[in-house]
């Protein structure tokens, strides 16, 4: 598709449950980049792929939180146990295959993780 | 240790005037600059970008300004236009990495 889509748009959990959210990337984009937005306005950089490679994690919780894009399947961003500091608006983006330069990342809306 | 600063959180502009949008970062490394606009519930949109090896680029109403000695960036939007009332982010990346980092945003209010 043409844009980002990111599912579901608000996942409630209990705490110490299990979350699982999806991005779909715009079609022949080859990276993809999760990043978590707390306190309103504090963007954090999580992990980031090449096609089904993982390109940088060096911002993913060390415990807890996984991160898979598979051929033919949404991406997906998995927190077992969660806590309730992960309570966020977790977005997506892509972007395309880098020849030179930096291309610039097109964000999906975003999922919002409440844990209560 | 924010690396990539916006130190006014908001900002009120008439319609038909220039809003200023500030931006400041640390880290020398930081090779590739770019403007976001997100409105609630939605997720940012790209808006102007610019390389370290420009100082200046221009797209319609917004100008990107980069002073790479100073350590700082602005966008400029001229003539504001209601429309334009959202939350500004500025980023910051490397082209090694590709990995975004983000000011805390500024809210322009453009007034009718």
């Known amino acids: 598709g043409e844009e980002v889509a990111q599912t579901p748009k608000h996942l409630v959990r209990g705490e110490g449950q299990k979350a699982k959210l999806y991005c779909a990337p715009i079609k022949g984009h080859s990276y993809v980049f999760w990043y978590q937005q707390v306190l309103k306005n504090e963007f954090k950089f999580l992990i980031s792929?090449?096609?089904?490679?993982?390109?940088?994690e060096t911002g993913m919780p060390k415990e807890r939180f996984s991160a898979k894009c598979l051929p033919n399947s949404p991406c997906s961003l998995e927190i077992q146990a969660t806590k309730l500091e992960d309570s966020a608006v977790y977005f997506c983006a892509s972007s395309p295959t880098i020849v030179s330069g930096v291309q610039p990342q097109h964000f999906g809306d975003g999922t919002r993780l409440s844990i209560l | 240790d924010q690396q990539v600063k916006q130190n006014s959180p908001s900002l009120s502009v008439q319609e038909g005037r220039i809003s200023i949008l500030n931006c400041d970062y640390t880290n020398s490394m930081f090779d590739y600059f770019l403007w976001y606009k997100k409105y609630p519930a939605e997720g940012p949109t790209f808006l102007i970008s610019i390389s370290s090896i420009k100082d200046k680029n221009e797209d319609g109403r917004f100008t990107v300004f980069l002073n790479k000695s100073a350590k700082h960036l602005s966008l400029h939007i001229v003539p504001s236009q209601p429309g334009d009332s959202a939350v500004y982010f500025c980023a910051a990346t490397d082209s090694g990495t590709y990995k975004y980092i983000f000011g805390t945003g500024t809210r322009l209010k453009v007034l009718a």
């Open positions: 792929f090449q096609n089904e490679n993982v390109f940088d």
